[in-house]
């Protein structure tokens, strides 16, 4: 699929209370460091676009990776013609009809009918290029900020401008810098404006016809600006167009697809689209060609790569596994951007915007480098990302934002005390993160550290309650929480209850599954499916988005609106019944997802379901990232080639492929019979053929110890 065909309105109908994506219509390059969208209103808080609005307040350059975290050093370019009564959004807004607008990944165009001017913006990494077309009189650009500024006229065609951080970054004064180059010149040239003036500033070209903006951007300097902007000078819009095309056409082709109906192939390419806008560039390259970024903890600017904008808690489960199969120099990069937020601020990264913002239980950036060790992806950093992990899970961090919260507890109880909010995720997170930290020890040959890590990841066996079945919190007395309900939200779980973090074992379901009996497990996976999507609101008090996104599907407990839920199907290939999952992934990825602006059971998330629709498609999901294994489940697409990142092309094919087609019935790896219920990374990346038989009915089969997942407990028994 090109990807000129991707409408980027995908996922993005949503309000505060509900959401079908949180998404917003990006148009940038793959990674970029800023991003463009529309904004349609300024009432809404971060929910600045809706698909549905009539309304064109301008183009927003933005860096908002969620509605939940927020914008930071944005601002709005309103092309006006004639007079306003007030320099402001409101008064320059104007109506737009959508439907004859472009929206898609590497240009944007708008043609706003109370003016009657047609625009278009093309973005590059750094800058982008915005063409105006007028009516022939009196012309200008709006430009409106939300917070601290100063914009200054350098001459007729040169404007300058500074935006300050206005929302929580280590330095208070963090700034944005950008220059404007304006091929038609200015009436006003001694114009200096700053916040304790307007919010807005009016730049005025008198009677034009065109107008062509160049831009540079930068987080360094005002000369860094100029530096990214002279780059790109003597490109035409064409061009620009074009090595936007490029970026976004090299990532599309590295899956190709095929699928009988053009509503599933879409999705996928839709999805696909969305898996390479996050985490962000936030380095760039100075004058002698070096990569540099600004440091906010430091306040300085310093050496290498750094990257933004991403939560490890969401992104951890599939945008990285799926890196590592077919964008693997990208990951490298971005591992090396993440030992340097180490470096700069003392502790491994859990959400940046653009620094550490702490959110989320647990320190899940330890899967991403895990799965990287197990993967052999830079082996040179893992040295240094083990003392981070190590330094995480050992020293309670004085920032409550940085680290692992209630660390001196949970190595004295061996679970984190109920007194700490959602404690129960985080002692699964941190047994998890244990695996992981021993995983990364094991590639290094440290074996005390990997014995100690594993060991210590059993921990989540001392909140689990045999009586009831789930994980439940306790006090420091040993004792767990009372009164006890299953679908009470909150309090002791992050946004679930005990039925959607109860299973959050990913390194030992089979220890899982020997605490409970196995059949008792199995009546317990039926039961979360087959009951109604009930819940109490409980420690939140009223009713959270993702209650209502859980209550709105009819799949009972299994919330696949969100992350938590997402390896649910998987838990019975631990029990040898995959077949008692494969209807429903089926009915999840063509019930659930799809290529509207509607397009998501809940928040997408950085790419993190986005991706595992990608995974899910292609019949594979790796349940547990740092063991180098992806566990199979059910394919949707007729036909797949992956170019992957070693060189070799891996092909995928499932036949007969129609809605009554809801099993596996057998499949063949390279020509030869494939009895196991995972593929490891090395059988991927190898290349070669998966031919997935499917078949109306279920083929049970029995299943040796070593034809199931990787768990734990087996390992090492």
């Known amino acids: ?92 807004q104007s109506s737009y009809r959508p439907e004859e607008c472009t929206f898609c990944p590497t240009h944007l165009s708008i043609h706003q009918l109370r003016y009657d001017i047609r625009s278009t913006l093309i973005p590059s990494m750094y800058g982008g290029i915005l063409s105006i077309a007028y009516q022939g009189n009196e012309s200008g650009l709006l430009l409106s900020f939300p917070g601290k500024f100063r914009l200054t006229v350098k001459d007729a065609h040169t404007v300058v401008g500074e935006i300050t951080h206005f929302s929580g970054a280590e330095d208070p004064n963090f700034t944005f810098y950008f220059v404007l180059r304006l091929e038609q010149p200015l009436t006003d040239t001694e114009l200096t404006v700053s916040s304790e003036e307007a919010s807005s500033v009016l730049l005025s070209f008198g009677r034009i016809s065109e107008q062509t903006i160049r831009f540079g951007t930068s987080f360094i300097s005002t000369e860094q600006a100029f530096c990214n902007l002279d780059r790109e000078k003597n490109q035409t819009a064409d061009d620009y167009l074009e090595h936007s095309r490029y970026q976004w056409q090299t990532y599309f082709d590295r899956i190709k697809v095929t699928h009988h109906e053009s509503q599933v192939l879409r999705t996928f390419y839709h999805n696909l689209y969305r898996v390479f806008l996050f985490p962000q560039t936030f380095y760039e390259i100075d004058p002698t060609g070096e990569k540099i970024h600004y440091d906010t903890t430091s306040r300085t600017v310093r050496p290498g790569v750094l990257y933004t904008n991403n939560g490890f808690w969401d992104t951890y489960k599939t945008v990285y596994p799926l890196f590592s199969l077919i964008a693997v120099e990208k990951y490298e990069e971005m591992l090396e951007g993440f030992l340097n937020s180490y470096r700069e601020s003392g502790f491994l990264p859990k959400w940046l915007s653009p620094d550490e913002r702490g959110l989320m239980p647990g320190t899940l950036i330890d899967a991403v480098i895990a799965d990287a060790a197990v993967k052999e992806i830079r082996k040179d950093l893992m040295p240094e990302f083990l003392e981070g992990m190590k330094k995480a899970a050992e020293i309670q961090s004085d920032r409550p934002n940085y680290g692992r919260q209630g660390t001196n507890d949970y190595l004295t109880y061996g679970y984190v005390p109920n007194h700490y909010h959602e404690s129960v995720n985080h002692t699964l997170d941190y047994s998890y993160s244990d695996f992981c930290i021993s995983q990364v020890a094991q590639k290094l040959a440290d074996e005390k550290t990997a014995d100690d890590y594993r060991r210590q990841s059993f921990n989540y066996r001392h909140i689990f309650d045999p009586d009831t079945g789930f994980m439940r919190s306790k006090n420091t007395e040993g004792q767990f929480r009372e009164p006890f309900s299953p679908i009470r939200w909150g309090q002791d779980h992050a946004e679930g209850s005990a039925w959607q973090s109860s299973f959050a074992v990913y390194h030992d379901f089979a220890g899982l599954i020997a605490a409970y009996g196995k059949q008792r497990f199995e009546e317990q996976l039926i039961q979360l499916c087959n009951q109604p999507p009930k819940f109490d609101v409980g420690g939140y008090g009223f009713e959270i988005h993702e209650m209502s996104e859980m209550a709105a599907l009819e799949f009972g407990q299994l919330a696949i609106s969100n992350q938590p839920s997402f390896h649910y199907p998987y838990l019975f290939s631990y029990i040898g019944k995959p077949e008692m999952a494969q209807p429903l992934i089926k009915q999840l990825m063509t019930q659930t997802f799809n290529d509207s602006p509607t397009g998501y059971p809940g928040d997408e998330d950085n790419g993190s379901m986005a991706a595992w629709y990608i995974f899910n498609s292609l019949g594979f999901y790796p349940v547990t990232p740092g063991t180098g294994e992806y566990v199979i489940g059910l394919p949707l697409i007729d036909h797949a080639v992956l170019s992957l990142s070693n060189g070799n092309k891996l092909t995928i094919d499932a036949s007969p492929n129609k809605p009554q087609q809801q099993f596996i019935h057998e499949i063949k790896r390279n020509g030869l019979e494939h009895t196991k219920l995972f593929f490891t990374h090395q059988d991927l990346s190898e290349g070669g053929t998966i031919s997935y038989q499917l078949g109306i009915v279920p083929n049970p089969r029995k299943y040796r110890e070593e034809d199931l997942p990787f768990s734990l407990s087996s390992a090492e028994q």
């Open 1 to 92: 699929m090109e990807i000129q065909q991707i409408d980027t309105r995908h996922g993005t109908a949503n309000q505060s209370a509900f959401s079908h994506g949180n998404c917003l219509p990006y148009t940038g390059v793959p990674f970029g460091m800023n991003y463009f969208a529309p904004q349609t209103t300024d009432q809404h808080g971060s929910w600045w676009f809706h698909p549905d609005d009539r309304l064109f307040q301008g183009y927003r350059l933005t860096h908002q990776p969620s509605p939940w975290m927020g914008d930071f050093s944005q601002l709005v370019l309103t092309p006006i013609s004639g007079e306003l009564s007030e320099p402001s959004l409101f008064h320059a």
